[in-house]
């Protein structure tokens, strides 16, 4: 496996191989960018449909189908914050989404193959750029593309998922080539990599660690979070949200899930690369359906890993401690993580109130009993090291 073949590289991991500011869109795009650029100011008029509304279609059907891809990711960043805005930018959100938006954001989700509302791509992944190019990607040195309200905690809620994303590089290129190491039975070079990675997760949890500097918890549940919710199992959406002018769906409401941080691919990837499974619960379905919101070629990637991935037969019947011991490292890691997670969940959602959100604080972004299944699978990743 090689991380090119997927887009991805030990630099960025599943990050965009390119930086949002440098693709410019069609002058046909122009009143679409700069409503996205104008979308704080629209919000806080308290009428933002009223403008988006007046947006024209660019009918974008062919266009998808034959622009370049930087290009469709960044049209699909500027119009899956428009098309959230209009859901959940004003106090009661509508029962349908209009066809000059729901046209474009279809054709731009079906070239990508992904769900036609903003997915955690747009949201992070493709939503960066460097502040100076001649430096890294790092918290001092990134910022946020296309953001709802803005503000330093809407900035750095994503950008601290960035410099996580970037990190995770390193985690997904030595996945690729323990699948070839394991098969070759070099228990040297297989501990190198897993301390390699051993390593990159303390520099991950270190970023992670930072999310509270500036962004608030109040803060967070109050401004940032009610943009992002989907139109499934949401009690403010009964049934979902229609979809104007897409005749495929036969005018019936669409229940898509929200942007949410469990639609990150670094988990995922390493529990197929250590073969950490979950046994059934709502969580566990609900991440299975998850990932057919992530990008194509990162759910590939996922997917080759957990059907070549021989590691921990590997491991487990290797007498040689040393990469026991970097294995059971590495498992523990992921256990920390979503460690981290849990207490994220319990201090920026389950411990927030807000009386307009009409959104219940114990269910997470995308509409699951979060709290009781996050420990589970946490305690369940923790309890599959080798012996």
Request: aromatic share 10%; net charge negative.
């Amino acid at each position: 496996m090689e991380l090119e073949n997927y887009g991805m590289s030990r630099e960025r991991g599943y990050l965009s191989h390119y930086e949002i500011d440098e693709i410019p869109l069609p002058e046909g795009f122009a009143p679409i960018v700069a409503a996205g650029s104008d979308l704080s100011n629209l919000l806080t008029s308290g009428r933002v449909r009223h403008f988006l509304d007046r947006l024209p279609d660019p009918e974008l059907s062919e266009w998808a189908q034959t622009a370049s891809e930087e290009e469709v990711r960044t049209a699909m960043v500027h119009y899956s914050f428009l098309v959230q805005a209009y859901v959940w930018g004003e106090d009661t959100p509508p029962a349908s989404l209009p066809a000059n938006l729901s046209r474009p954001i279809c054709a731009l989700a079906d070239r990508l193959g992904q769900a036609p509302l903003l997915p955690y791509s747009a949201y992070v992944l493709d939503n960066w750029y460097r502040l100076d190019k001649s430096q890294p990607i790092s918290l001092d040195n990134i910022g946020m593309y296309q953001n709802f309200l803005g503000g330093a905690d809407e900035n750095w809620f994503v950008l601290v998922h960035v410099a996580i994303e970037a990190e995770a590089g390193v985690l997904l290129d030595n996945a690729a080539k323990l699948v070839t190491v394991a098969r070759k039975a070099d228990q040297v070079e297989a501990t190198r990599l897993l301390r390699e990675m051993d390593e990159a997760w303390e520099r991950i949890y270190g970023h992670f660690a930072r999310m509270p500097e500036r962004c608030d918890p109040y803060i967070y549940f109050n401004r940032v979070r009610p943009y992002i919710h989907g139109w499934a199992s949401n009690p403010a959406l009964d049934g979902g949200l229609i979809y104007d002018g897409m005749d495929r769906y036969e005018g019936k409401p669409q229940a898509f899930r929200g942007q949410t941080g469990s639609q990150s691919s670094i988990v995922p990837a390493m529990d197929a690369l250590f073969q950490v499974g979950h046994s059934d619960d709502p969580l566990r379905s609900f991440l299975d359906e998850l990932h057919h919101y992530r990008p194509v070629e990162h759910r590939r990637f996922i997917e080759d890993l957990a059907a070549q991935s021989t590691l921990r037969d590997f491991v487990g019947a290797s007498a040689y401690e040393e990469l026991k011991s970097a294995f059971n490292a590495c498992v523990e890691q992921s256990a920390r993580f979503r460690t981290r997670h849990l207490e994220y969940a319990a201090s920026y959602i389950n411990k927030q109130m807000s009386a307009n959100s009409g959104n219940d604080p114990d269910v997470g972004t995308g509409g699951t009993p979060f709290m009781k299944y996050l420990k589970k699978h946490r305690d369940e990743n923790r309890e599959q090291v080798v012996a």
